[in-house]
């Protein structure tokens, strides 16, 4: 099966902190993704990465940068936090060239508050 | 731009009964992949069933079928028996053949099976 993990469930932060969400899958995925997720918004993507060092701004990229030197990792930056990048943030995985392609697996979200 | 547009924000079943979730879509292209996710209370995204648009029979996984309406660009889902533990968010969302690019989803539904 495959397995993303991110590295916290709950995140407490100060505004103007610099905050670092991690992201690993084990799967040998390309393509990684992040999204946040808002009540009554649904899903919206932040950045995507379709290979190492590479990224693409998704549809909400202000505020946020990304870093990809590993396959497996992929850590989305808020490089100043505000109080309106308080959300759950999600990563998610999708293998490339192979079957199912599109089909993405998501860690189990990172609750980030900024105060 | 692709939009997916879930119309119903909350809906509520007793157990046993069989529910249907409405979505719709918006697109130009002609090759793509539709999604329905599910998220229970414990935040886990979890695949429930996918359709590829170039195959015109509709998808079923176990209890879950889609009714795929490719012309009417409608998805919708089939929870057929509905049990306790589907109650949860459940979302659709659409990728583009390809499956580098990130997913756009819905604002989603909250689906309430009663005992």
């Known amino acids: 099966d495959v397995k993303v993990t991110q590295s916290s469930r709950y995140l407490v932060k100060r505004t103007g902190e610099k905050v670092f969400l991690e992201c690993v899958q084990d799967?040998?995925?390309?393509?990684m993704f992040w999204y946040r997720q808002d009540p009554g918004l649904g899903l919206r993507l932040i950045y995507f990465?379709?290979?190492?060092?590479?990224?693409e701004k998704g549809d909400i990229p202000e505020g946020y940068s990304v870093s990809r030197e590993k396959k497996e990792r992929f850590s989305l930056i808020l490089e100043s936090a505000s109080t309106n990048q308080t959300s759950m943030y999600l990563c998610?995985?999708?293998?490339?060239?192979?079957?199912?392609?599109?089909?993405?697996?998501f860690g189990p979200g990172t609750r980030l508050t900024v105060l | 731009a692709q939009t997916v547009t879930q119309s119903q924000p909350e809906m509520s079943v007793q157990e046993a009964e069989t529910v249907t979730l409405s979505c719709t879509y918006d697109?130009?292209?002609?090759?793509?992949?539709l999604f329905w996710y599910k998220q229970p209370p414990s935040r886990q995204m979890i695949l429930v069933i996918r359709?590829?648009?170039?195959?015109?029979q509709n998808a079923t996984e176990n209890r879950f079928s889609v009714n795929f309406q490719k012309a009417a660009k409608s998805f919708s889902l089939k929870i057929s028996d509905s049990q306790l533990g589907d109650t949860a968010m459940y979302f659709c969302?659409?990728?583009?053949?390809?499956?580098?690019?990130?997913?756009?989803f819905g604002k989603g539904t909250h689906l309430i099976i009663q005992p």
């Open positions: 990465s379709y290979d190492v060092k590479m990224k």
């Open positions: 697109t130009s292209e002609n090759n793509y992949y």
């Open positions: 969302a659409f990728g583009s053949r390809g499956g580098a690019d990130g997913l756009t």
């Open positions: 998610a995985s999708s293998p490339a060239g192979r079957e199912p392609t599109d089909t993405q697996y």
């Open positions: 359709q590829e648009a170039y195959k015109q």
């Open positions: 799967m040998d995925h390309e393509n």
